[in-house]
């Protein structure tokens, strides 16, 4: 679903702060500043730097951050807990933690009955919901069974897909025509111009997509795309010799993953983005599952994605109205917070593990999702 841009219509809001507090780190310990943007030749400025040894307190906090991204679930529970835990008392920590989060499939019916005369809108994310976390991100499929549940789904409601990759990439991923896509953690938003809610002054692109095809487009980062290329280039040459790194561009934002480089290269990988981040005081990142993601600062996230989308297609209206978000990462909180808000729909938080979270209600896989 490539499409050919006619207009570049940001809607910036690239002064305003941005929410560190959600890395759990004090504003002073983050490398970014609220300044004007700086190109500069990175890879020198990385390779004079004697690599994998931090400089500085904040660089640590990163690893600390990386450390704790997706750890294995034994670690997640202890810290949930604070003691060791067998497994069978693993068990035991989630059910309890299910009273405070109730699974949505054993709430179903309590779903449908405030979904009665209110039109269902669905929103999904894509890696840990719709697909398993695989150690491939290239390979993160999802099943035939779990692509024909979406579409049942879409054929009776809304349904829109709201993901941390590029929107052609998610696309490609999931497949299908009749959904609504958001790329790029929601700053790259396609929908048909005949969806749009009428008397909406959404502030869109018209373009067109592959089959010619008229879209409205919503990208409000578009300023940001030669940056983000940059960086994408610099921390490609930069990472290239450490073993399991893997850098993706994802047009409005950058992944690194280093969920296959032997730990003891993590400080490697830290360093070398930290060092890169340091020289680009308009973008940020955030910590996504065994990843590090780098992003524009601006005032938007997949929970403003939400917020845009029931907008635009005329689903705003709280009495008739009923969001579901189904998501797995920290990116999500966003969506669920926006969800949680004046109880205006239910947040589903995928994890198998006790989390904190702003979602509503859980699930425990993506298998749970299917059903
Ligand atoms: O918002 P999402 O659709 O959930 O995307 C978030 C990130 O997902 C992908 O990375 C994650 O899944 C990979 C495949 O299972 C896994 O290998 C990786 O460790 C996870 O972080 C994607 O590759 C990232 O670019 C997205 O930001």
Known sequence: MDVKSTKAS????????????RLGIHSSHLPYSQSSPTYSN???????????????????????????????????LKDFTDEEVASDDGDIIYRAWTIKYPSALNSFQQIMNRAKNRKLVVFLDYDGTLSPIVDNPDRAFMSADMRSAVKRVAKYFPTAIISGRSRDK???????????????HGMDIIFPPEDMASGNRSNCTKSTDRQGKEVNLFQPASEFLPMINEVFRTLVEVTKNIKGAKVENHKFCVSVHYRNVDENSWPIVA???????????????????????????????????VEFLLESLGFSCNQDVLPIYIGDDTTDEDAFKVLQLGNRGYGILVSAVPKETNAFFSLRDPSEVKI
Not at 10 to 21: A, C, E
Not at 42 to 66: C, H, Y
Not at 170 to 184: R, T
């Open 10 to 21: 940001p809607i910036l809001t690239g002064s305003q702060p941005i929410n560190k507090s």
């Open 42 to 76: 990175n890879i020198l400025a990385v390779s004079r730097k004697k690599p994998g040894t931090f400089d500085d307190v904040q660089s640590n906090v990163w690893l600390e951050a990386m450390r704790s991204s997706s750890p294995p679930r034994k670690k997640i």
């Open 170 to 184: 998610v696309y490609e991923l999931v497949g299908l025509k009749e959904l609504y896509y958001a790329g790029s």
């Open 271 to 305: 360093q070398f983005v930290y060092d890169i981040l340091k020289d680009y005081s308009r973008l940020r990142i955030t910590h996504g599952r065994k990843v590090l993601e780098i992003r524009p600062v601006i005032d938007w996230d997949k929970g403003k994605a």
